[in-house]
């Protein structure tokens, strides 16, 4: 969570986060970052920022940079603090922009998932999956009918 400010510098902001997780930034691969709306207007959080990159490579390498620089500094996940903010250091959060319809069936499927004792959910090119265990084929999830079905075996 990045607190918004009067006419900050989103792209700075952007060339921190890369230069915190070691992954180089040409800046032309940067199509846009701007900050996005609520779908809950609570005044205590600050909008997103969304960043828009040329490739889903580029967008792939910069999330599995993250991914790393959490694993090697477990106590302290990627913060605010990491990039130079002051103040308070809440966590940053970087995932794959989601549309509010696939948000709300991940929020099902979690909810899904811990009721049925599934292990993993997650998504990936707004793509829902699950798996039951290490074990288990993933399933796709394409709506909630599939709970349905799920419920049901």
């Given at each position: 969570m990045v607190r918004e400010k009067r006419n900050e510098n989103l792209l700075h902001l952007i060339q921190k986060l890369h230069d915190t997780v070691n992954v180089s930034l040409d800046m032309n691969?940067?199509?846009s970052v701007r900050r996005i709306a609520k779908i809950n207007s609570k005044p205590d959080r600050p909008r997103n920022i969304l960043l828009t990159l040329q490739t889903e490579?580029?967008?792939d390498i910069l999330l599995s940079a993250v991914k790393r620089y959490n694993k090697t500094?477990?106590?302290n996940h990627l913060n605010s603090t990491c990039l130079g903010i002051e103040g308070e250091s809440p966590a940053i959060y970087v995932t794959e922009h989601l549309s509010s319809t696939t948000k709300k069936l991940y929020a099902e499927a979690k909810k899904f998932a811990k009721d049925n004792l599934y292990k993993y959910v997650w998504v990936k090119y707004e793509r829902m999956?699950?798996?039951k265990n290490d074990n288990e084929s993933v399933l796709l999830i394409r709506d909630?009918?599939?709970f349905e079905k799920l419920e049901v075996k």
């Open positions: 691969c940067i199509c490579r580029q967008r500094n477990r106590p999956c699950m798996r909630l009918s599939n």
